[in-house]
């Protein structure tokens, strides 16, 4: 498991949290309307998911990292020197363009990277609305870093470091930053690679600096007459942080199935986004996608008292996973495992609560009733958690839970998204 990257991600998490309450709080007093309750705990959960895909699946990089290191770099680098600090720093953020470029480019890495880039909102939960199987594949292109002699070490607290600074270009509160703005990653250069429109698209991949974007020719300035349109062309629709993970994966593997020729089977998973062929196409054809004409943010959550039961069961959720970072290397593998499973189970029933989807309230109360059970019956929590006034607290909190979604599910709702479609189109 990778617990420097799971340590990591505990100590600097209430940094994040009080930044992005403080940029909530300060969108409110302004009334600039940067934030969505769904789509914030969406982005969030798909946050948790990848921190803890990550912890389980980070090895299969580290592994070969290290292999390479030992067995085909001619030297390595001193550790203790700052000169290699700086090398590595400056070679991560290299690799990490073309890690991004090709993210945008290959319809495999999309299907990756396509998670960062569902939200249709713009704001700090968005930076933390990373890709849960990005372990998979990610690490192909920072073995040069391991090629030139970079310790493990090294790589890894650069790549924590490179990867934490992202974290505040992701904001609308911040406007132009003058010269900033031509030579290192900012909130307006970014906001221009997260935009879908035709002046924007595909630009700006540099994690820190920008001398990479103006070398390979992929820099593009923000301009006032072309407000920035977030989110992916053809948008998810939803809010399930396991679907968001699968969804293009899922739509390659639906038209590799389809393609009679076998060259456009292998094509679909190497070819740039969106690419289909010609005989699925025209078999299957899909409607031109317009950012300026289909834009709308998608809102399948109507009701006051789901939303809010799920933005407090939420909290609870960021708890237990600040709790699981903490015993990453206090328990077993298994119980890790089971731990992250609870996570992840209660994530995904949550995203179907925001869509008012009655499976998945029922799920809920399934899930509910089950921590009641172990907590109140058992007596223990994960981590062989034993004090009364915990262990009881958390099972006179799911009792409470259950009313609560009782009483938001029993309330009045408007008819969802799906539900209006279908009553347009004449069906029950």
């Known amino acids: 498991m990778d617990t420097t990257y799971g340590r990591a991600v505990a100590l600097a998490v209430p940094v994040f949290i009080f930044l992005i309450a403080l940029e909530f709080t300060i969108d409110r007093v302004r009334r600039t309307h940067y934030y969505h309750l769904a789509d914030a705990i969406n982005s969030l959960s798909c946050g948790i998911v990848s921190t ?75 930076a933390l609305r990373q890709p849960g199987t990005g372990a998979f594949t990610n690490w192909i292109f920072y073995v040069p870093l391991a090629l030139s002699g970079v310790p493990i ?19 609308q509160l911040i406007g132009r930053l003058g010269v900033l703005d031509r030579w290192i990653q900012t909130p307006s250069n970014h906001r ?47 809010w399930n942080p396991v679907w968001a993970n699968l969804h293009y994966w899922w739509l390659m593997a639906v038209d590799c199935g389809r393609a009679r020729r076998w060259s456009d089977k292998a094509r679909i998973w190497i070819a740039p986004p969106g690419w289909r062929p010609a005989d699925v196409e025209a078999r299957f054809p899909k409607t031109e996608y317009d950012p300026y004409r289909d834009f709308s943010r998608y809102d399948p959550a109507r009701s006051v008292g789901l939303s809010v039961y799920a933005a407090v069961q939420f909290l609870g959720v960021m708890a237990a ?34 869509e008012s989807r009655r499976e998945f309230l029922l799920l809920e109360a399934v899930r509910m009733a089950g921590i009641a059970a172990c907590t109140l019956g058992g007596g223990v929590w994960f981590g062989g958690v034993q004090d009364a006034r915990v262990v009881m607290g958390i099972g006179a909190f799911a009792v409470a839970s259950l009313g609560g979604l009782w009483m938001a599910a029993a309330g009045k709702e408007e008819p969802s998204a799906r539900e209006r479609a279908n009553a347009g189109a004449g069906t029950t």
């Open 52 to 126: 803890g895909m990550r912890v389980f699946f980070g090895f299969l990089g580290l592994f070969v990292y290290e292999w390479v290191l030992q067995h085909a770099a001619p030297l390595q680098l001193a550790a203790n020197r700052w000169f290699t600090w700086v090398y590595a720093f400056v070679l991560y953020d290299l690799c990490y363009y073309w890690q991004h470029r090709l993210g945008h480019t290959v319809g495999l890495f999309w299907a990756t990277h396509s998670v960062h880039h569902q939200s249709e909102e713009f704001n700090l939960t968005t």
């Open 153 to 171: 070490q090294v790589f890894l607290l650069t790549g924590v470091a490179q990867l934490f600074y992202q974290f505040w270009p992701h904001t």
């Open 321 to 354: 996973n600040s709790h699981f970072l903490a015993l990453l290397a206090k328990q077993g593998t298994w119980w890790n495992l089971a731990y992250f499973g609870f996570i992840l189970g209660s994530l995904l029933c949550l995203g179907g609560v925001l």
């Open 192 to 238: 221009v690679h997260h935009a879908q429109n035709d002046l924007y698209l595909d630009r700006n991949y540099v994690g820190v600096f920008l001398v990479w974007d103006h070398l390979f020719g992929t820099f593009q300035e923000e301009r006032d007459e072309e407000p920035c349109i977030y989110g992916v062309r053809g948008q998810l629709k939803s």
